[in-house]
């Protein structure tokens, strides 16, 4: 596939419509090819509105469908038999905002969990106090599975480790899975309402604890989005030093992964090895930024750093992770425990709106560094497909781009070591009066290529610079359907394995 042009995303095409508009025109554009990035919902004040974000690639584009929708009558038309993605985030609105999703195949709550006061909408403006919660009154509706020798297993919310709290039902006969349904958003923390009223210097902080394994994807997309409102343009080496720094984030994210996907079928040698690595790759960070997940970087209109990364010291670490690999297919066990395991058909994929190696590794060729780009990433990257879906393909997936990052990593550090003053000439941050000075009320949408697959992020900026309204989208939010359709007719054993191999965020998907 050609690689477009890496230029500042184009200003979005916006449609205001009325509900009785809307399923024509979605409909449309997803037989045109666009894809469905989000779906906001916002209270202006005087009534409700939704907006639903579409990009695509060729050409490269962005359209937003803005539906008015009054406090009095708040209902949308559902897309979820047009588009699953849609199907959820409607459904997060209504828990949300209060706007119902009309003839929803599946009308259940989402994010509100039976404890939440009804009729208590968090993200609407009058909701300025925390109601008492109550007593969980009302079960999730799971689906009951009925026939000869099915029984359940639940696992979670709480788990044996470090993890954030997620229950799994497990229907099972013997020991194959029959149906596996999850419940999330234990840990709703608000986050997109406490970037309200901020402006934007203020919100680098929050952005980096979004999803604390992915504190550059989610900072990028933030600031992107911002500067995308604002009018800012950004230097070539700044955005040579954004794509370094996101490189080295998915760098120590695969090599972990790639351990301890190892280590979910007893090879425990390997991933000692891997987490040694991942230390390395770390130490590295840290001398980058001064913090080894990367925080302090990134800030609206500007990047800056201490040092460029060792380039010896990531061909060090590349070598070790290629033997590592080697080591781990060449062994009969490790194969066998990985291939045909938990596969994601590729067509299952791309109807549920699946993102990054899992999707890559069902074959889905879609990587927002190439579709969406804000750089150059030079002659060294592509992008890595698998085709089996399985356990496998999501391993050869993170090894493929585990090397390809190294490479464009070092040519990346080579680039920024051409311009004068090196990493040095990186340029200063926009104060927050600039932006609030040069800006009217404005929205910006960003698409970044986080380690999990592409995170957007859009904002909206009132006339005074500050943030009126944002909205978060970590590809989890994608890819944690698609986890139960992979685990179905796997044998429960091999659910830590397929889990890992999907590795999707608890935090990042329960803002």
Same mark, same amino acid.
């Given at each position: 596939?050609?690689?477009? #042009? ?27 090819? #666009? ?128 993890? &954030? ?72 080496? &700044? ?259 397929? #889990? ?12």
């Amino acid at each position: 596939m050609t690689t477009p #042009n890496p230029v500042r995303a184009a200003t979005p095409e916006v449609r205001t419509l009325t509900r009785d508009e809307l399923r024509g025109e979605a409909a449309a554009l997803l037989t045109d090819g #666009n894809r469905l990035a989000l779906v906001a919902g916002h209270d202006d004040g005087d009534r409700l509105r939704v907006v639903y974000s579409f990009v695509a690639v060729f050409p490269r584009r962005q359209i937003d469908l803005v539906v008015p929708v009054p406090y009095d009558d708040a209902w949308i038309p559902s897309l979820a038999d047009l588009s699953f993605p849609a199907g959820n985030f409607e459904r997060g609105t209504r828990d949300l905002f209060g706007v119902r999703p009309a003839n929803h195949p599946q009308p259940h709550r989402l994010v509100r969990h039976g404890h939440w006061p009804r009729g208590w909408y968090p993200m609407r403006k009058d909701a300025t106090a925390t109601p008492e919660f109550e007593p969980d009154v009302e079960s999730f509706p799971f689906v009951e599975v009925e026939g000869p020798g099915v029984y359940e297993i639940a696992v979670g919310p709480i788990h044996a480790g470090i993890i &954030d709290p997620g229950h799994f039902r497990f229907s099972v006969v013997g020991e194959t899975i029959v149906r596996m349904e999850a419940r999330q958003w234990y840990m709703h923390r608000g986050v997109e309402r406490l970037f309200e009223g901020r402006l934007p210097a203020d919100g680098i902080d929050m952005a980096e604890q979004i999803a604390g394994d992915t504190v550059i994807g989610h900072t990028l997309a933030y600031t992107m989005a911002i500067e995308a409102a604002s009018g800012i343009e950004i230097s070539e080496p &700044d955005r040579l030093l954004r794509a370094l720094l996101l490189e080295l984030e998915r760098l120590y994210n695969h090599v972990s992964d790639l351990g301890s996907l190892a280590n979910d079928v007893g090879f425990g040698v390997v991933n000692s090895h891997t987490q040694r690595l991942r230390e390395t790759l770390l130490r590295i960070n840290k001398t980058v930024t001064g913090h080894r997940f990367l925080r302090g970087a990134l800030s609206v209109g500007g990047v800056r750093v201490l040092a460029l990364p060792d380039s010896a010291a990531l061909r060090g670490v590349a070598a070790d992770v290629q033997e590592i690999i080697a080591i781990t297919l060449g062994h009969a066990i490790v194969r066998d425990r990985f291939t045909g395991t938990a596969p994601l058909p590729t067509s299952q994929a791309e109807a549920m709106g699946t993102l990054g190696y899992v999707a890559r590794a069902s074959g889905v060729d879609a990587d927002a560094r190439r579709d969406h780009p804000f750089v150059d990433l030079g002659e060294h990257f592509h992008v890595v497909t698998d085709t089996g879906g399985d356990v496998l393909s999501r391993y050869r997936v993170r090894a493929g781009e585990f090397e390809v990052s190294i490479a464009v990593a070092i040519d990346l550090i080579a680039r920024l070591g051409a311009h004068r003053g090196g990493a040095a000439a990186a340029s200063s941050p926009v104060a927050a009066t600039t932006v609030a000075a040069t800006t009217d009320a404005a929205s910006g949408l960003a698409l970044v290529e986080g380690w999990r697959g592409t995170i957007c992020h859009r904002v909206e900026l009132g006339p005074d610079g500050a943030i009126t309204r944002l909205k978060v989208v970590d590809p989890s939010y994608f890819n944690w359907p698609a986890l139960p359709v992979a685990l179905s007719e796997t044998i429960v054993p091999d659910f830590p394995l397929v #889990n890992k191999s999907f590795n999707q965020s608890y935090a990042g998907n329960d803002l």
